[in-house]
């Protein structure tokens, strides 16, 4: 819809964007298949030689990786439980005409904006420390022991400061997405005689089933790298009981100097992020068309 | 429904998402209240809520101990460098994509998507190896690069998604007024779209102030922004929960009021249009 | 200073076509509207004309010099757009200086061209408000004063006045004529509206599926169609077509007759039918009849004829104002 001089021109803009994309895409990934070939230390990077699948070998049968390979599912799967139920319910409670809707709504949303580091130390500290804490203290006045809450419950812990960060995320867009429920629909429901958990059933939820999709597909993709949140509270302990496979592949790389072996651990996580995209692509791959 | 609702049923409902509002609010509200103890009160148990001796002087001290303004200053300058340099190649882009579209348009936005969903640890390894190799670790270009790179996609799906808005004959019209396309962009896009590329920006800039995973891995002191900052708090050494708390007050502060204002454009700049 | 010649001017996008050969002169200072139904390409021969589409094949001249390859703004026309496209950031003296600005004309003839352009519309009073602040129809003046400070060849208006109410376009349709009268620039207007063709046209393009169907001024279009396209698509309330042997023993397939040629009577006529309802309007009555073995048709009446639902009535054409067609829907003698 335009004449060929604006087709070429649209084509020259759009080209600085691609090629870097491109190149910050497929450079990396490409070195990235290649280290995960070879043998390869930092330690003695005079001595490098060709294993092929060796290292998939290693990583992939390492005990730790299957570990990993659990904590990233528990960690992904709790956090999304959490934050997308939570969210539902905080968005339909800040979905009623409630007094100062827009002020409540800035607390919710609040937490999504505090850098991971800040929000990781804050908890670990000010919060769970097991003497000083504020949540030692709460058990106390409670007549409850305190609860040594990284030594003991150390997923947990992740998984609570995780969640406490995509709780507003999720709170926001379910609530923008009952935002756009019909009122008049609303009424007639209402009118209809539907009771408050039918209603929700039959009429909220399919309304919000996209947000929730997207919200689930979204956090998926970022919950699969935590890295920030465990670094600064456990790095990945004790032992290896919070670290993902994000964690395993920086320890791999950059405290253990095994090229080979954390680009190998790298393309599994290119794999496992990519099957979580194919699904988001087609969602988001769907909006484009309407 | 609005209408047949009680008042005192619309006062629980109140009270209700008021106190959960405050709970999600709390430890930001700890953090800062915290900030303003001695180090004392800030281990004191019982806590102490409001009433203990208020002092700025963790702020103070969090300078002169760890040159907080150097932080401070590579996490702006990395943030809004990044961005502006981001959307000067974005917006190009977006308008090339929302307004001359071709037939792979869709696919080229679907695959600038993906490069967001590579996630970090794929490309860690090379990208350090290469980064020590040019010289470009603890190096602010360096790290900009990475940010640019991080966000360009976003940037350009936002842009596109408020540039389709724009009616197509406006650019025509201006087409016809005998407008190049660089005047098409700068005096008639660019100004219809301000609202739409202020959020992008915002949005962009909260993400690049956050992001936590390259600025810790290639940046150590000279072009460290905050993130990397506060998590030397980590260290067992440096566990001074007031001073923490000052410093941690200062590094979410510019960007949990920037967020505020942006709420409503950033659920659509997360969710790539797909919720607005 | 505007005459426009297309020669054989196609337009596909990928497969389809969507103009195929068009020839046509449009003469200098003529107001010349294209008119079709939607789809037939018209709203695209209008932005091949302006250049913000390539065309396929075939040439596009404006002043005899071929155009075909220069950009739209170098055509030196001026077009005034459906949607009125004013930049809505710019107040209305920004948007009527804004092409001056850009061929980076001095301020001081600039404003002056601006106030002079305010002046002929009505828009002094509004020239510091934004088009936001603005009535459909200073709207639509607004974006006409842009298209007149150009001091453009020719004016290309793409249904300019499909946004405005009914009252406000017959009022825009005079304005747009008056300001042709006293400018005399060539005018080209689309519309899929036969009525706004009729009435404001110097000369009418019909367009049928990418092709020019007919050329001619209004009136030629009414009484000599050429083909059944035409003769249906002009002409309110539509003509009423008739096959059958009504149209073979006068030697055609099809015969048209519009509803003021038909004879309306209640004793005899060629066709007898019966009314199903009847409209009246005060100085006409449109009579819908259903007539046997013709099907529905439609009778204008003088005055206020008594018809009432059910009642038979009979039909008889005006002879000399039948419209003849062959099989292939061609007209038949002159």
């Given at each position: 819809?335009?004449t060929?001089q604006?087709?070429?021109a649209?084509?020259l ?7 870097l ?16 070939t ?12 060709f294993?092929?699948l060796?290292?998939y070998g ?23 439980v959490?934050?997308?139920v ?9 979905d ?7 002020f409540?709504?800035?607390m919710?949303i ?16 000010l919060?769970m420390?097991?003497?000083?804490g ?6 106390h ?6 609860i040594?809450w990284?030594?003991n ?53 399919p309304?919000?089933a996209?947000?929730?999709?997207v ?10 790298s ?7 509270t ?5 032992g290896?009981a ?17 090229v ?7 393309i ?5 992020a990519?099957?979580?995209a ?13 | ?11 629980g409902?109140?009270?209700a ?11 930001i509200?700890w ?7 001695s180090?004392l009160?800030?281990f004191?148990?019982?806590?102490k809520?409001?009433?203990?001796h208020w ?7 969090v300078?002169?101990?760890?040159n ?11 943030s809004?460098?990044?961005?502006i ?30 490069t ?8 860690l ?23 640019l ?9 936002m842009l ?17 007024d ?5 005047n ?20 962009a800039?909260i ?14 002191s000279?072009?460290a ?7 030397s ?44 | ?17 969507v ?32 250049g ?6 075939g ?9 075909t390859n ?18 809505p950031?710019m107040?209305?003296r ?14 001081d ?6 106030k ?12 510091d ?10 709207r ?25 109410d ?5 009022q825009m ?6 300001l042709?009268h ?8 689309v ?34 169609p ?5 003769a249906?698509?002009i ?13 073979d ?16 009577s ?12 009847a409209?009246?309007?005060g ?8 007539g046997?073995?013709?099907?529905p048709?439609t009778?204008?009446?003088?005055g206020?004829?008594?018809l ?27």
């Open positions: 819809m335009a060929q604006t087709r070429v649209g084509r803009l759009v080209a600085p964007s691609v090629i994309l491109f190149l910050w895409m497929i450079v990396p990934l490409a070195m990235t298949l290649y280290f995960s070879l043998r390869y230390s930092l330690l003695d990077s005079d001595n490098v030689s294993v092929f060796q290292n290693y990583f992939l049968s390492d005990p730790n990786f299957f570990s990993a390979l659990v904590n990233t599912l528990v960690l992904v799967g709790s956090v999304l959490i934050s997308v939570g969210g539902i319910l905080v968005a339909l409670l800040m009623q005409p409630i007094f100062g809707q827009s409540v709504r800035l919710v609040a937490p999504f904006f505090v850098m991971p580091t800040v929000s990781a130390l804050v908890w670990k500290n919060l420390n097991p003497v000083s504020l949540f030692a203290w709460i058990a006045s409670l007549g409850l022991p305190a040594d990284f030594t419950w150390p997923m947990l812990s992740v998984i609570l400061i995780v969640s406490w960060q995509w709780l507003p995320f999720a709170s926001l867009i379910l609530l923008t997405a009952l935002q756009s429920f019909d009122e008049e629909q609303k009424e007639a429901a209402t009118l209809d005689g539907a009771g408050a958990i039918p209603f929700f059933f039959y009429l909220v939820l309304h919000i996209r947000a929730i999709t919200v689930i597909l979204i956090e998926t993709i970022f919950l699969l935590v890295f920030a949140e465990i670094l600064v456990t790095a990945g302990g004790p290896v919070t670290t993902n496979i994000a964690f395993l592949v920086y320890k791999q790389a950059l405290l253990n100097f095994d080979g072996g954390a680009s190998a651990g790298g599994v996580a290119v794999v496992l990519n099957i979580v194919i699904f988001l692509m087609r969602i988001v791959g769907k909006n484009l068309e309407s | 429904m609005a209408l047949k609702q009680s008042m005192g049923k619309r006062v409902m109140s009270a998402a008021w106190l959960i509002g405050f709970l999600i609010f709390f430890p509200l953090t800062f209240l915290t900030s303003f103890k180090e009160d800030a004191a148990i019982p806590p809520f409001l009433f203990f002092t700025a002087e963790n702020y103070a001290e300078q002169s101990r760890s907080y303004l150097l932080f401070a200053y590579n996490s702006i300058v990395l809004v460098g990044a961005n340099v981001g959307l000067i190649i974005a917006v190009p882009a977006a308008w090339s994509m929302a307004f001359v579209p071709t037939k792979r348009t869709k696919d080229v936005l679907m695959w600038m998507l993906s967001k969903m590579m996630p970090g640890v794929g490309v390894v090379p990208i350090y190896l290469l980064f020590r190799d040019f010289h470009l670790l603890d190096n602010r270009l360096g790290i900009g690069f990475v940010l790179m991080m966000n360009l996609p976003i940037l350009i799906w596109y998604t408020y540039f389709k808005e724009i009616p197509v004959d406006i650019l025509e019209a201006a087409r016809m005998g407008a190049s396309l660089m098409e962009i700068v005096y008639v896009l660019t100004p219809m779209a301000i609202p739409g590329i202020a959020s992008t920006m915002l949005l800039v993400l690049s102030w956050n992001e936590a995973f390259w600025t810790l891995n290639l940046t150590t000279n072009a922004p905050l993130t990397a900052f506060i998590a708090y980590s260290a067992p050494e440096g566990l001074f929960w007031a001073k923490l708390s000052a410093a941690s007050t200062l590094a979410i502060a510019p960007i949990l009021i920037l967020g505020w204002f942006s709420q409503k454009q950033l659920v659509r700049g997360l969710t790539f249009g797909a919720v607005k | 200073m505007g005459s426009i010649e297309l020669k054989s001017v196609r337009k596909s996008f990928g497969a389809v076509d103009i195929n050969g068009v020839n046509l002169t449009i003469p200098d200072g003529a107001f010349t509207v294209f008119v079709g139904p939607s789809g037939c390409g018209k709203s695209t021969l209008l932005r091949l004309i302006a913000l589409e390539d065309t396929s094949s040439q596009i001249l404006i002043d005899g010099k071929d155009a220069i950009g739209p703004a170098q055509r030196g026309l001026a077009m005034v757009f459906q949607s009125y496209a004013l930049y950031h107040s209305v920004g948007n009527i200086a804004f092409a001056l600005k850009m061929a980076k004309q001095p301020v003839v600039i404003d002056q061209k601006v002079r352009a305010a002046g002929i519309l009505n828009l002094t009073d509004y020239l408000r934004k088009p936001r602040q603005l009535s459909g129809g200073q639509q003046r607004v974006a006409i004063g842009r298209a007149i400070v150009r001091e453009p060849k020719a004016f290309l208006f793409d249904e300019p006045l499909s946004n405005l009914a009252a406000l376009r017959v349709r005079l304005e747009i004529g008056d042709h006293s400018l005399k620039t060539t005018m080209i207007y519309t899929h509206d036969q009525v706004e063709a009729m009435t404001m046209a110097d000369q009418i393009v019909v367009l049928d599926r990418g092709a020019v169907a007919q050329v001619g001024s209004p009136l030629e279009l009414y009484n000599k050429n083909g059944l396209f035409v249906r698509f002409g309110s309330p539509t003509m009423n077509i008739v096959t059958g042997p009504s149209a023993k006068r030697g055609a397939a099809t015969i048209g007759i519009r509803p003021e040629h038909l004879q309306l209640k004793t005899s006529g060629e066709w007898s039918a019966r009314v199903r309802i409209e009246h309007l100085s006409d009555t449109f009579v819908y009849v259903e046997e073995g013709v099907g048709m009778v204008r009446a003088e206020e004829a008594e009432k639902p059910g009642e038979r009535v009979f039909l008889t054409p005006i002879e000399d104002r039948l419209h003849k067609f062959d099989k292939d829907g061609k007209r038949i003698g002159a």
